[in-house]
């Protein structure tokens, strides 16, 4: 990424307003983007209509820069990929049954071990690349199959002198998962080497490959259940041994690829070819502006690979005799109740270190339940020294009581079975999961098995800053780290709620994990690629995919249309969208990323505006949209679907004055700001006039028929937002932020953890940080998750009680997040914090101290002592203006703004003594 402070502009010319999702006011200097970033309005660029065609003719002018690792490969002027003369490569055959797993093996003869070796490799739907039997990586990240990004892959530590074996397994899943609304099978591959001598090398995927169709995972295999394509099933008798090492010698049942007829600048998503098991036909021609586009292409990767560590599992806490009153397979099938009952053993014997042994037995079969550190992303694996046909299952779980199920088997049926080679196998399941409990179900047999490292290769985005927020206040302390590894859970290469159940990304509540991951962990490739490949969902009326990229609300489309379930695509999410985009060039001042969301933003603005009533509002019942439905949050916060419609309108005008308007003018399309901030200002009035109440002094979101339901009632969430954005008339934010501290029966609190900051954020800037600092304590610190799993779930409360669906590492990382910017109070005044503040309010906590990476460097802040008796110490950034807030009374040794606030000196670390704040 650029570096913002040198690519963008330092002002904007146009006005004050607060800034989406929490952040500061931005002073009237601060939007006026340059002539670099800016386009600059046509003629006849005025009205929705015309703005939406010129931004669709320059979408793809600047895309998101890709890794610098990757080579081998041409990346057009638009920021796609080319990489011929690699091929298309495929099993050949005229269809390709669902979970079908092909083996493409290249061997590589090198005189001498490679001064550089780089290039690109994407498989659909999956794949594992191995070089000498070594796994180097997995992927690709979860895409729109209409413009899959390329991995980037460095082989440089990895070929050597002489034979070298390219091993790549690809699972293509034939249906949808919450990773992949859909796909066509295909491997393509480039590899550049760059030889001691300046001689370079360039290998492809082409005739010189050969492939295997895997019986070892047999084809046609069942999905794990609606969200995961996946139920693996793999025999090790099965499975060609060695084929990815040097020596093996290849049989007839290794033949040369077929090559899909697709061209190797596009994803095999565009193969012409009339494919049995789901009919995908090739790209046809639109246009963006007068230039007629591939509708499809090839992108190279804009985020890091993924890095991966292996954890043990340790100790083995439990063990179980199964006798079996239902056939195995039945019950893992169907699940039956009573298929089982369970005897506590000790079965299992240590025998080293992270090793046990244990004899089969011939009636009964065995479990053995491993507990990792924490709960946990990537594959669970298992090594065992078996006789030949021992057959287990292994199965994963957020939460487990020790004496609860014998078998954890118990959601989602999330298992995967292997059936063991003679001697020792080494199993780990091909795709990933999300998990603290790992439990592994021998059936009967006879003979002596060894099982040893039981654990997880880990996998986590690898950010620049490991992200740490430290208290010495125990509890609140335990908060700060289950936020983390909840982040560090949810937020990989797609910003997914539950990454243990659907894995689906989606926007507007999940998607604040950002404020986190720029601030603390000083990242924003990521946070890009996520603007990126959610606005890839938007759809041809203007509506978000809530959920995207993922085939879930594709499947619900039809159900919705036939009128089979209320569900359709959530349309909240997608107005707050344009919050998460209009905050990326807040944060980073760079705009570029923002080019492809645009137009179709642009688009959800016309889409919606043609759907607002006649009072000026739009509406929130079921059938008002057809598909698409009005959100907001769970019954628990709204009893009734009308009681909706404040808060949403709320966020509409939100996302029109402090998201679209300034983008619009960023983008050159003045006269367009100007109409969607009036269409904003006309929202919010409508909204007031209509919900806010003079009476209670708080937005009723209930107001017209109160009477009706026998009395007022108010939301978390609307009181949060309309405090947070300045929506209350005259500034009133008192009764509110009252109502979010006392929390009385007539105020709905969202049961979801997700949506949390929307009060802490009203509850700080109305000076109540005491309330945020109790429920750290009191309501998170004492959640199940958080002191088992180090982690957050997803329901609010903390009874969720182990071995049941429950989600218990979520999205929920606000503790962190608003620990920087309600109670360390750091926020940004101007882009890319050119200008920021810092207004400290830790309320009884002992002590705080965090580090917010900027583009113009770091700001470190350790606040000590109790009220009274309070130290701050700040090192700041150079080539940045801090401002210092603090209680009207303060005398500090520091230039004076105004009452309670002083200038911070640029480049410098300062101690300040502080009495009244």
Same mark, same amino acid.
């Given at each position: ?24 006011? $931005? ?40 890794? *610098? ?20 490569? !495929? ?22 071990? +490679? ?34 990004? =390329?991995?980037? &892959? ?16 690809? %699972? ?8 992949? +609304? ?21 290998? =492809? ?73 789901? !009919? ?21 990767? $804009? ?75 990537? !594959? ?11 057959? #287990?299952?292994?199965?994963? %779980?957020?939460?487990?009581?020790? /004496? ?37 179900? %021998? ?10 490292? +039981? ?6 985005? +690898? ?10 206040? *125990? ?19 797609? @910003?997914?709620?539950? &990454? ?29 690629? @996520? ?5 890839? /969902? ?43 985009? !209009? ?15 645009? *137009? ?46 404040? *808060? ?143 982690? $957050? ?22 503790? $962190? ?27 009884? #906590?002992?002590? #705080? ?35 210092? =807030? ?23 670390? =300062? ?7």
């Amino acid at each position: 990424m650029k570096n913002s402070s040198q690519s963008q502009p330092d002002h904007l010319n146009r006005r004050d307003f607060l800034t989406a999702s929490g952040l500061a006011t $931005i002073s009237a200097a601060a939007l006026t983007p340059s002539a670099a970033t800016a386009q600059p309005s046509s003629a006849e660029g005025t009205g929705l209509e015309s703005a939406l065609k010129k931004a669709l003719e320059s979408a793809k002018d600047a895309q998101p820069n890709a890794s *610098p690792v990757a080579g081998a490969a041409v990346v057009t002027s638009d920021g796609a990929l080319d990489l011929s003369p690699a091929k298309w490569l !495929w099993y050949p055959g005229d269809r390709t049954l669902p979970n079908t797993f092909v083996l493409f093996r290249r061997i590589l003869q090198l005189n001498a071990k +490679p001064k550089k070796a780089t290039g690109w490799i994407i498989g659909e739907s999956r794949y594992q690349l191995e070089v000498n039997g070594r796994r180097v990586q997995w992927g690709p990240a979860p895409n729109d199959p209409r413009w899959p990004e =390329v991995d980037h &892959m460095d082989l440089t530590e990895s070929l050597t002198s002489g034979e070298n074996v390219i091993g790549a397994t690809v %699972l293509y899943f034939g249906q949808g998962d919450a990773t992949c +609304p859909m796909s066509r099978a295909g491997f393509i591959f480039k590899l550049e080497i760059e030889h001691a001598d300046g001689r370079l090398e360039t290998v =492809v995927s082409d005739n010189s490959w050969r492939c295997h169709l895997s019986q070892a995972w047999k084809p046609g295999q069942h999905r794990m259940f609606f969200m995961q394509a996946l139920q693996e099933e793999f025999d090790g008798r099965l499975h060609p041994h060695g084929w990815n090492e040097k020596g093996f010698a290849e049989n007839d049942d290794w033949l040369e690829p077929s090559y899909p007829p697709c061209a190797a600048n596009l994803p095999i998503f565009a193969d012409p070819t009339n494919e049995v098991m789901n !009919w995908i036909h090739g790209p046809k021609k639109f246009v963006y502006g007068a230039e007629a586009r591939s509708k499809f292409e090839l992108r190279p990767r $804009i985020i890091p690979m993924m890095r991966e560590t292996w954890v043990s599992a340790a100790p083995l806490v439990e063990q179980h005799r199964i006798k079996w009153k239902r056939p195995i397979a039945e019950y893992f099938a169907m699940r039956p109740a009573k298929a089982y009952e369970a005897e506590v053993t000790q079965a299992a014997q240590p025998a080293g270190n992270n090793v046990w042994r244990l004899d089969l037995d011939p009636e009964r079969g065995t479990t053995l339940t491993f507990a990792l550190p924490e709960q946990s992303v990537g !594959w669970p694996g298992i090594t065992i020294e078996a006789p030949a046909g021992t057959t #287990l299952e292994m199965m994963t %779980l957020d939460g487990h009581q020790v /004496g609860g199920p014998a078998l954890l088997n118990t959601h989602y049926h999330k298992w995967a079975r292997f059936t063991c080679r003679e001697g020792v196998n080494h199993f780990r399941r091909f795709d990933f999961d999300c998990f603290r409990w790992l439990q592994v179900h %021998l059936h009967p047999g006879r003979g002596t098995v060894v099982v040893s490292n +039981p654990g997880i290769l880990k996998r986590e985005y +690898p950010w620049p800053h490991e992200p740490r927020v430290i208290t010495s206040d *125990p509890v609140v302390q335990r908060v700060f780290d289950a936020a983390t590894n909840t982040m560090r859970n949810a937020a990989q290469e797609t @910003f997914v709620d539950g &990454m243990a159940r659907e894995r689906n990304q989606y926007a507007g509540g999940p998607s604040q994990c950002r404020h986190a991951i720029h601030t603390l962990a000083g990242e924003n490739r990521q946070v890009a690629r @996520f603007l990126r490949s959610y606005s890839q /969902g938007n759809t041809a009326e203007g509506y978000f995919m809530d959920a995207w990229p993922s085939h879930d609300r594709i499947t619900r489309l039809g159900q919705r249309v036939l009128e089979a379930t209320h569900c359709g695509a959530i349309l909240d999410p997608g107005v707050r969208f344009a919050l998460d985009c !209009w905050e990326y060039y807040l944060y980073t001042g760079d705009l570029a990323p923002l080019r492809e969301p645009y *137009p179709r933003l642009l688009r959800q603005v016309k889409y919606l505006r043609g759907k607002m009533n006649p009072d000026g509002l739009l509406p929130v019942d079921q059938d008002d949209y057809g598909f698409p439905i009005v959100y907001v949050g769970f019954s628990g916060c709204f009893p009734d679907q009308r009681n909706r419609q404040c *808060p949403f309108n709320l966020f509409w005008a939100t996302m029109l004055s402090r998201a679209m308007a300034p983008m619009c003018r960023a983008f050159g399309d003045a006269k367009l700001a100007d109409e969607i901030e009036q269409l904003g200002a006309r929202v919010l009035k409508a909204t007031v006039a209509r919900f806010w109440s003079r009476e209670h002094g708080a937005f009723v979101d209930n107001l017209p028929w109160w009477r009706e339901d026998g009395g007022v009632h108010f939301s978390e969430i609307t009181l949060g937002i309309s405090v947070e954005y300045d929506q209350c008339p005259g500034g009133a934010i008192e009764r509110s932020v009252e109502l979010l501290a006392t929390k009385p029966k007539n105020v709905g609190i969202d049961n979801s953890t997700e949506p949390v900051a929307w009060g802490w954020w009203a509850l700080a800037k109305g000076g109540r940080p005491d309330v945020v600092v109790k429920e750290l304590r009191e309501v998170y610190g004492t959640m199940n998750s958080v002191r088992l799993n180090n982690s $957050i779930e997803e329901f609010y409360g903390g009874s969720k009680k182990p071995d049941t669906p429950n989600n218990w590492s979520h999205i929920c990382c606000a503790p $962190i997040y608003v620990a920087v910017m309600s109670l360390a109070g750091i926020r940004l005044l101007e882009p890319a914090f050119k200008r920021y503040e810092i207004r400290p309010q830790l309320a009884d #906590l002992p002590d #705080l101290a965090l580090t917010v990476h900027t583009p113009h460097g770091p700001i470190s802040f350790s606040c000590k002592g109790t009220l009274g008796t309070r130290t701050i110490t700040l090192t700041l950034p150079p080539n940045a203006a801090g401002e210092l =807030v603090v209680h009207p009374d303060e005398s500090l040794n520091l230039k004076a703004l105004g009452k309670g606030r002083f200038a911070l000196p640029a480049g410098q670390t =300062v101690n300040i003594e502080l009495k009244h704040t």
